[in-house]
T-cell receptor, first 111, second 114 residues
């Protein structure tokens, strides 16, 4: 059974600092997503990573995928308050829309 | 382009009742998946529909069922509601089943079972 683990579960960081969220998964998968969820809201797609070594960047967020290590990272650069949210990684297989989600990382940016 | 819509947004039911939730995917999207989100279990896959056929099912009891119509709109039904069914129910749509495209999520239906 596919398991997806994220760490840390909770993260408080000061504005302007850098940090990384880690996503490990237990079996071979073909694609990895990162989503953001604000309190009481739905999931917003951030990145889709489809191949080993894939790296995508949007603003202060950068995601990477290492399929051999079964690891994805979400790196936050020079955090700002607007990035406060819960971040989820999710793993899936080609030809199958089922996603297995990680536990989520609740990120709080402190001014 | 309009996003995924879900109705109703909030529901309060009592134990033993049944409920039907509706999801309209983004225009042109043919795959609809349903997820349950709870504080204890996180986000869990319920089922996926494509071309009016259930393609995949998660580990939920038979009380949870769904269907998809020819216009790709989907409904899910929960019968004999239990307190533990209180959750945010999210549906997601994607254009196909290749698995390489982004799944877009709707705003969710928040169900409270009393």
């Amino acid at each position: 059974e596919l398991k997806v683990e994220q760490n840390p579960l909770f993260l408080s960081m000061q504005e302007g600092k850098n940090y990384t969220i880690y996503c490990n998964y237990s079996t071979t998968s073909d694609r990895l997503y990162w989503y953001r969820q604000d309190p009481g809201k739905s999931l917003e797609s951030l990145f889709v990573l489809l191949s080993n070594g894939a790296v995508k960047q949007e603003g202060r967020l950068m995601a990477s995928l290492d399929t051999k290590a079964r690891l994805s990272t979400l790196h936050i650069t020079a955090a700002v308050h607007d990035l406060s949210a819960t971040y989820f990684c999710a793993v899936g297989r080609f030809g199958n829309e089922k996603l297995t989600f990680g536990t989520g990382t609740r990120l709080t940016i402190i001014p | 382009k309009a996003g995924v819509t879900q109705t109703p947004r909030y529901l309060i039911k009592t134990r033993g009742q049944q409920v039907t939730l509706s999801c309209s995917p983004i225009s042109g999207h043919r795959s609809v998946s349903w997820y349950q989100q709870t504080p204890g279990q996180g986000l869990q896959f319920l089922f996926e529909y494509f071309s009016e056929t259930q393609r995949n099912k998660g580990n939920f009891p038979g009380r949870f069922s769904g269907r998809q119509f020819s216009n790709s709109r989907s409904e899910m039904n929960v019968s004999t509601l239990e307190l533990g069914d209180s959750a945010l129910y999210l549906c997601a749509s994607s254009r196909s089943r290749t698995g390489v495209e982004t799944q877009y999520f709707g705003p969710g239906t928040r169900l409270l079972v009393l």
